[in-house]
């Protein structure tokens, strides 16, 4: 089966930094991926990282560790419409697309 | 280039009743992935489709049952309502040469 955690909320303040932590232990690995959710919309993409290491893209970073089942999406210099959900996600299988989400952590930026 | 569209958006249906929901994925898309979203058990996967065939399954009842057509769209039907299966239904797709997944906007199913 497959087990993925991740915190269920954290607050910050706008211009901050956060760390959202992911740990998983599935069957298989074959990528990680960030997804944001706005309230009453579908998720988007975000990051994916399949090696061991920090992928860098704007504001955003992730970065994996395989050895460890770890993760982390890090968001800097926040802004007021950050306040979402993060979804850490996994595809364990190399021939497929099923991906297997954990729970989601509600961020919410104040000014 | 457009995004991934469902209809219908919103559906309100009664216990028993059956009901199909329809995605159409990106242009030149091939796999189609369905997923359930709820507050308490987040998003969950149900199916996925590539070329007509459906390459993986989760966890859950055959109520729930799927197909893909050769256009790539994709439909999702439920039979035998409960009121459990209230969710956020979501569809995604993805090209075979990339990692992620495109979501459509969902449908929202209200059983009661």
């Known amino acids: 089966g497959q087990n993925i955690d991740q915190p269920t909320e954290m607050t910050a303040t706008e211009g901050a930094i956060v760390q959202i932590n992911c740990t998983y232990q599935?069957?298989?690995?074959?990528?990680l991926f960030w997804y944001q959710q706005h309230a009453g919309e579908a998720p988007t993409f975000l990051s994916y990282?399949?090696?061991?290491g920090l992928e860098e893209k704007g504001r955003f970073s992730s970065f994996l560790s395989r050895s460890k089942g770890y993760s982390y999406l890090l968001l800097k210099e926040l802004q007021m419409k950050d306040s979402a959900s993060y979804l850490c996600a996994v595809r364990a299988a190399t021939n497929d697309y099923k991906l297997s989400f954990g729970a989601g952590t509600t961020v919410t930026v104040r000014a | 280039k457009a995004g991934v569209t469902q209809t219908p958006r919103y559906l309100i249906k009664t216990r028993g009743q059956q009901v199909t929901l329809s995605c159409s994925p990106i242009?030149?898309?091939?796999?189609v992935s369905w997923y359930q979203q709820t507050p308490g058990q987040g998003l969950q996967f149900l199916f996925e489709y590539f070329s007509e065939t459906q390459r993986n399954k989760g966890n859950f009842p055959g109520r729930f049952s799927g197909r893909q057509f050769s256009n790539s769209r994709s439909e999702m039907n439920v039979s035998t309502l409960e009121l459990g299966d209230s969710a956020l239904y979501l569809c995604?797709?993805?090209?075979?040469?990339?990692?992620?997944?495109?979501f459509g906007p969902g449908t929202r199913l209200t059983v009661t």
């Open positions: 995604a797709s993805s090209s075979e040469w990339a990692h992620e997944q495109y």
């Open positions: 990282n399949v090696l061991d």
């Open positions: 599935t069957s298989g690995f074959n990528g």
């Open positions: 242009s030149g898309h091939r796999s």
